[in-house]
């Protein structure tokens, strides 16, 4: 069970590396997650996954 609720941390491998692409392409987390889970983007694997995680993330982060 503690394998379980620990799985963010062995999910996020590269930390601040989707941030930096998404600062370098000029666009937020959240606007450059979107534009590369588009269908037709070209953006490689490991990308796409890293925004699929983001928008998970984004969704589990606690609302004021």
């Known amino acids: 069970m503690a394998e379980k609720k620990r799985w963010i941390q062995s999910a996020i ?3 601040g590396a989707f941030t930096k692409k998404a ?3 000029g666009k937020s987390v959240s ?3 979107s534009s590369v889970l588009k269908e ?3 953006a490689s694997t ?3 996954r890293q925004a699929a ?3 998970t ?3 589990m ?3 004021k």
């Open 46 to 48: 490991r990308t796409k």
């Open 57 to 59: 993330l984004s969704k």
């Open 23 to 25: 600062k370098a392409a």
């Open 31 to 33: 606007a450059y997650a």
């Open 40 to 42: 037709g983007s070209k």
């Open 13 to 15: 491998t590269r930390k």
């Open 61 to 63: 982060r606690k609302k």
């Open 53 to 55: 995680l983001a928008q």
